[in-house]
């Protein structure tokens, strides 16, 4: 914004021109200029004064003047030069220093304007704007080294903006393809130039957007809205069939007033608008601007600086009376939302929440964006700062949003602006998620071609995938639109088989989730598939010594490796196996095959105690008779530990699927079903 005080805040001095006046006393005649907010007139007589001034002090009281001027136009380059130049004609007044640490750190240069804080806090120590303009610019060095994590994106609107100002954009209907903003474009109603601006007086102009997105030209409201004065800053009832909008009229050729105007639509014009009226008739006369409607337009929030409050201009509220058809008296926010700064600019989102724009909150520079979420009937918590890119060093202000979205426009004058406050959009990129990987065979490592991958979502969601040669597979993009197969907050299975192949395979299942994913991200889930082979190995199961029971004791229990083969049979429904126990070479033969077969017995039984059928799995018991590992092969090695080993992987149970056409029959759920992965070992 490059007049704080200007059309864009609403409350502000005629700008009568004093150029013309005599040149007699330059000095006094700048400073009635610089006291009616006369700035643009105000800066072209302080200096004609400071050439022909000769006391060294009345200098340096006209450099800081020249100063002050370019601070209230919102041009900080050059207020930043006048400062420094009153700085070194010793200029008394601290708020030197004060004011060009905020107009340098209104540039985004926080280092060196926390010297310039520091410089302050030393002649002014009792004033807490030193300290809270240095944590201000530690806040906004942070905000800015975060803000690619930010959820937002900012882009000039180019086709809505000018070289002059355009800001605080409105929805001018009901589905949002249409605005209404202020700007002093050339073309404006009201002739010659505000000589608080040096620019033409501001007018609220419409422009719509097409299909492909593409913004009409601006084209100013009916002359029944704007006049020679400064209209600006509006807002629309729900209907889109009401406008109440700002507007700042002279009185006595030296002050505007400004006011809350409304009118009624009539086609595609609008009818003559009157000020409101509240139930205390003398508020027509109080300075007030910047009106926002809650969404059953019976509340309206604006600013004033009028009606005390915390210091500068506050937020009040009021509601409507249909029956008098007439506003409530207003009532200050209070001291959680005002400051002893300015606050202006509220919009309120129709879940109540308050967004208004405050240089007296911590913020990165200039006026900032903040929201303060809804407690109550027209109450309001501690506002947050919307940090970068949302704000930035500059002045960022005239928020609005497009409903219930995460989208909308928002009023900058910041690096890429087109000259001075400019329109910008401000969106949320749709959070991206690709699930991709592979399917191999868990043996070979060689790809699975025509796998099916099959994706269930916790929203209801379930879509299929098969494999190309290399055995990748990938959930993206739905095919012809923009539509994707993952979405926020959502947790996903993932279902892996193989079917109609020599071998076969047991289908495998994974687990991913967008829950708490912020970013766009891509996940990678790989998968190996285990073949039909003659003997499938799974976690070890433990039994004591000569013993069939499964292991359970505080450091072991076996239950737990026999829940994988669990899991194994619940994901493939259709298979029936053969679970083998075996044992090693030492005992009797007939006492080993006797063992291993109570051990694959109580195998099974565990099994069939979780609620798989009994008909599923095939105990078998083989004693000795199929060792891995032959005892001339043990004897052989040399080592005792060695040699042990190679006897534990003779103890081993395992699996092998017999067939795949097993046919599931209907059943209740199981109850008491235990779960888990954990690893264990075989005794």
Known sequence: MKLMRTIAVLFLAFGVSFTSFAQKDLTKTAEL?????????AILLFKKAYTKEKDSKKKGEILFNIAECYRNIQDPKQAEVWYKKAIKFNHPDPLANLYLADVIKSQGRYDEAIVEYQKYKAKNPGDPRGDSGIKSCEMASKWEEEKDKSKYKVENEVLLNSKEFDFSPTFADKKNNAVIFTSSRQGSTGGGDDGVTGQS????????RDKRGKWSVPEPLNTTINTAGNEGSAALNTRRNFIYFTRCEAQNKKQLVCHIYGAKKQGRLWAEPTQIEFEDDSLKKVHMGHPCLSKDDMVMIFATDALGGQGGKDLFYSTYDKKAKKWSNPVNLGPEINTSGHEMFPFLRPDGTLFFASDGHIGMGGLDIFSAASTGKNAWGKPENMKSPINSPANDFGIIFEGNKNRGFLTSDRKDSRGADDIYQFYQPPTIYILQGTVTD??????LVGAKVTLVGTDGSSVEAVTDELGFYM??????????FLSENTAYTIEVSKEGSDPGYLNAKG????????????????????????????PKVLYDLGKWDLQVNDSVNSKDSLNFL???????????????AHTDSRGGDKANET???KRAQSCVDYLVEKGIPEDRMKPQGYGERSLKITDETIAALPTVQEREAAHQENRRTVFKVLRDDYVPK???????TEGGDTEGSDG
């Open 475 to 484: 959930f993206d993009k739905k095919e012809g639109t923009n539509d994707r």
């Open 666 to 672: 209907p059943a209740a759920p199981a109850e008491g």
């Open 566 to 580: 669990y899991q194994v049979l619940v994901d493939n429904p259709n298979i029936v196996i053969e679970l083998s």
């Open 511 to 538: 687990q991913e989730t967008t829950v708490g994913v912020a970013k766009s991200t891509t996940f990678v889930h790989d998968f190996g598939l285990q073949p039909f082979s003659d003997e499938i190995t799974f």
């Open 201 to 208: 007086f501001t007018d609220l102009f419409y422009s719509e």
């Open 595 to 597: 063992l291993s077969q």
């Open 442 to 447: 868990v043996e070979t490592k060689k790809p």
């Open 33 to 41: 200029a610089f006291e009616s907010e006369s700035y643009s007139d």
